[in-house]
Antibody, heavy 117, light 110 residues
Framework: EGQVVESGGGLVHPGGSLRLSCAAS????????MHWVRQAPGKGLVWVAR????????DYAESVRGRFTISRDSARNTLYLHMSSLRADDAALYYC??????????WGQGTLVTVSS | QSVLPQPPSASGTPGQRVIISCSGG????????VSWYQHVAGVAPKLLIY???QRPSGVPDRFSGSKSGTSASLAISGLRYEDEADYYC???????????FGSGTKVTVL
């Protein structure tokens, strides 16, 4: 069974940048659509971005478009989320998800991003 | 960020049936399949329903999904204390070019 483990979260100032990583094991990430989903403290789940299982086509939530970039390194079997121009409302627990909404979906435990001066 | 309206809370006694609604539009629920997640604080969300009606292996048949027009529903039959959690619908929105979650419903077992 596949597993994903997120890392890279931490404290960043408003306007700063951060790169989240998601190391996958048990399956090749290049064969699955991979997603990032986040949950701000006390709020609901929010879909952030996805990358396809082929040429690397990407889609983003309106709130992060132009500031976040999802990418993958197939050789390292690792998914990334490059976040820039961070705002207070980007503070959240960020989950990496494979096969989101599919019957084989797999979620990590999340990595926490705090945006504060 | 758009969200699909869900009732903020629902409750029932053990054994009862609870139905959670998710209201959408023609660009999301009206044209695509709906999934439902169960989320307990501190634990990764769990997929309960995919492709509107389907249950992943291991999900009991007490959980069922349905859709009519631009609204979807999740029914929980034979309510159990372990069902206390937040429940979210999620669907692809063709206008937004992204997935949209419901606002979430907190289920309490009395």
């Amino acid at each position: 069974e596949g597993q994903v483990v997120e890392s890279g979260g931490g404290l960043v100032h408003p306007g700063g940048s951060l790169r989240l990583s998601c190391a996958a094991s048990g399956f090749p990430i290049a064969n699955y659509w991979m997603h990032w989903v986040r949950q701000a403290p006390g709020k609901g789940l929010v879909w952030v971005a996805r990358i396809d299982d082929g040429v690397g086509r990407t889609d983003y939530a309106e709130s992060v478009r132009g500031r976040f970039t999802i990418s993958r390194d197939s050789a390292r079997n690792t998914l990334y989320l490059h976040m820039s121009s961070l705002r207070a409302d980007d503070a959240a627990l960020y989950y990496c998800v494979s096969d989101f909404t599919g019957f084989e979906d797999s979620w990590g435990q999340g990595t926490l991003v705090t945006v504060s001066s | 960020q758009s969200v699909l309206p869900q009732p903020p809370s629902a409750s029932g006694t053990p054994g009862q049936r609870v139905i959670i609604s998710c209201s959408g539009g023609s660009s999301n629920i009206g044209r695509d399949r709906v999934s439902w997640y169960q989320h307990v604080a501190g634990v990764a969300p769990k997929l309960l329903i995919y492709k509107t009606f389907q249950r992943p292996s291991g999900v009991p048949d007490r959980f069922s999904g349905s859709k009519s027009g631009t609204s979807a529903s999740l029914a929980i039959s034979g309510l159990r204390y372990e069902d206390e959690a937040d429940y979210y619908c999620v669907v692809w929105d063709d206008s937004l070019r992204g997935y949209v979650f419901g606002s979430g419903t907190k289920v309490t077992v009395l």
